[in-house]
């Protein structure tokens, strides 16, 4: 009898990575997707959504037709309506991660107690880490879907010019990671709360102090760095302007757009010249983009909030 | 049969109001445990430590050998645990709830349908398989929830007033579902406010006030030892003088009181109850010469709710 055949690549390298399996295998993103997807309402958001959305693209390629001095054909002015509508659409979606994504993962844990169904999931098998990624991942994949449902309305800008593939691979990438950040944000919140409506409450008002305050000390910086550009310190104007830096990256609207502004200006993608203002040893700054900033910093920022989750999932009542 | 729960100590204070009190007990493998005592006394936090949602302050709780302090995960996998409250996720059905929590256990997806079926069917729930967990009866919930804590078929089953907020048909259903999961070899502890539910089931039972166990071990043992007398009913017909039968039955051997049932039962008989201390052979000489006498004897029997007088004796209305 012949060998049955065999094949050429190693089991190990067929089988595929034990996280990704351990991933579908999580029972948790299974049951909230069936709950979420279930009935009108998931439908219902997403129709809403879309048809704000296009609204806002008609509304702003309206605006620019009608403004624009030359002929709405004209390829400058398409080039700027691409450009524009790219924008709007990249932001608004940012806006809606930030609102949605909290109010998505708010209820993960709390909504679990309310509803007296967590003592049944804690005395199974399930870990805390399987529970938390579970909630997390289930949360992010009705949000990117919501993202990716706006794809052909943002393919409208490349129709019109204006816009290229770096701008696309970009923007897609801070709005995966503004999609875990701030949906880890919710759960954190969910995690040491008792109810679903502290936890919604303290992640609106962590997003809210955050722009604040960041905001303020923005508006400190920069006048700190005009009033030093004269008489300051070359450290001291050089301090000021990388914080300055560190701070756009903080708002995924500030990154995104400082960080655009540098690639029209100078073709920058990932790293930026930076002027420096006054007497300074050096003239200019060499900072990486904002946007990897914005993206390291989430990053960072997400795997904290989960880690801190699942311990605090984990530990038992006292 | 060998010891499958062993408390030895335990202990469990919230601020200043001690909930469990050094309490220590075993329960052996395949028994049917009873936890009795009124409310705020401790029943629901001793059952929680044992399926590690608290933490003890102090002592140790052992399940199938494994400690709730070292290995919970490994008795987690011993244990099925139902609160007496529960909820159910309303967005699923039926066969989704229980392939969920299967999932849960671990238990390998090709495996999950045919458990499911198996477990519906002993439920007596598999009409129901498609329909949302949220149309089905409170009822039939608990039997959900039965289903739900066998899925990984554990060797205890804890379960915190099974039968609470149920109807007496409903009530009756799961009393026979405890059993026949019981003859499955299961290990079941479970507390009920429903005396009558646990001197019908339980093979041994601890009763528990203020945190402390004040009484455990067989019924029959704890009966004989705080209500040495048997309780007996015995109905005559109207036409028979009250003072004379209460005379007749108070002079026979091992009769230490009678007292007449005013008011209860059947309007044309005579209700009569009596302490009466004796084995059975005591019982059927007692009935042969009420009967010998005269009497008109249309009911003789022994009243089993012991337990009732058992945990009235036992505790002491103390609530905290």
Request: hydrophobic share 50%; aromatic share 8%.
């Amino acid at each position: 009898m012949e060998e049955p055949l065999t094949s050429p690549i190693p089991k190990k390298v067929l089988a595929p990575p034990n996280v990704f399996r351990r991933a579908a295998e999580n029972p948790v993103i299974l049951k909230e997707l069936r709950g979420r997807m279930r009935g009108r309402r998931a439908f219902i958001v997403l129709t809403a959504y879309l048809v704000l959305l296009g609204l806002l693209v008609c509304t702003v390629y309206g605006f620019i037709a009608q403004q624009s001095s030359t002929s709405p054909s004209d390829p400058s002015t398409r080039q700027l309506a691409g450009k524009v509508v790219f924008s709007s659409v990249i932001l608004f979606e940012f806006l809606l991660i930030g609102f949605i994504g909290p109010a998505l993962t708010a209820g993960a844990i709390t909504s679990e107690r309310e509803h007296q169904t967590y003592d049944l999931l804690r005395t199974t098998l399930l870990s805390a880490r399987s529970l938390v990624f579970g909630k997390l991942s289930s949360a992010c994949m009705y949000l990117l879907l919501l993202i990716l449902t706006a794809v052909p309305i943002e393919a409208l800008a490349f129709l019109l010019g204006g816009i290229g593939l770096e701008e696309l691979l970009v923007s897609g990438l801070m709005l995966v990671v503004d999609t875990l950040f701030f949906c880890a944000l919710g759960l954190f919140c969910s995690s040491f709360t008792k109810r679903t409506l502290t936890a919604t409450v303290t992640s609106y008002a962590i997003i809210l102090l955050s722009v604040l305050v960041l905001g303020i000390a923005t508006f400190l910086l920069v006048a700190f760095t005009s009033y030093y550009s004269s008489s300051g310190s070359s450290w001291s104007i050089t301090f000021l302007t990388g914080t300055m830096w560190l701070m756009s990256a903080t708002n995924p609207f500030s990154a995104a757009i400082v960080s655009e502004i540098f690639l029209i200006q100078d073709q920058a993608l990932f790293l930026v010249k930076v002027p420096l203002s006054g007497q300074t040893l050096i003239s200019t700054l060499y900072l990486p983009s904002p946007w990897i900033l914005h993206v390291g910093l989430y990053l960072v920022l997400t795997a904290l909030m989960v880690l801190i989750s699942i311990l605090f999932v984990r530990r038992p009542d006292r | 049969m060998s010891t499958i729960v062993e408390i030895q100590g335990l202990n469990k204070q919230f601020g200043r109001r001690k909930a469990v009190d050094d309490v220590n007990l075993t329960v052996e493998s395949g028994e049917i445990f009873g936890l009795v005592g009124p409310n705020g006394a401790g029943k629901t936090t001793t059952m929680r430590m044992l399926v590690t949602l608290l933490k003890p302050d102090k002592g140790e709780i052992r399940v199938g050998g494994y400690s709730v302090r070292k290995a919970p995960r490994d008795v987690r996998r011993q244990i099925g645990f139902m609160p007496d409250f529960f909820g159910v996720y309303g967005d699923l059905t039926v066969y989704e709830y229980l392939d969920f929590f299967g999932a849960c256990y671990t238990i390998p997806a090709a495996q999950r349908p045919g458990l499911i079926k198996d477990l519906l069917d002993l439920v007596d729930i598999g009409s129901r398989r498609d329909d949302m967990v949220d149309t089905l009866s409170r009822g039939l919930k608990q039997r959900l929830g039965l289903a739900r804590v066998l899925i990984h078929d554990p060797n205890v089953l804890v379960l915190d007033e099974p039968a609470s907020g149920l109807d007496p048909r409903a009530r009756v259903e799961i009393r026979e579902l405890l059993l026949e999961v019981a003859h499955l070899g299961k290990t079941i502890i479970f507390s009920s406010h429903i005396l009558a539910d646990v001197a019908e089931l339980c093979t041994r039972v601890a009763i528990m006030e203020g945190g402390r166990l004040v009484a455990a071990g067989a019924l029959d043992e704890l009966t004989r030892q705080m209500v040495p007398h048997r309780l007996l009913r015995i109905s005559l017909l109207k036409e028979v003088d009250a003072a004379h039968a209460q005379a007749v039955l108070a002079a026979r051997p091992g009769v230490s009181a009678v007292r007449l049932q005013e008011g209860l039962g059947h309007a044309d008989r005579l209700s009569l109850e009596a302490d009466f201390i004796g084995e059975d052979a005591a019982l059927h000489d007692l009935l042969q010469a009420l009967l010998a006498q005269g009497l008109p004897v249309v009911q003789f029997s022994e009243d089993t709710q012991n337990l009732e007088e058992v945990f009235m004796r036992a505790t002491r209305g103390i609530v905290s």
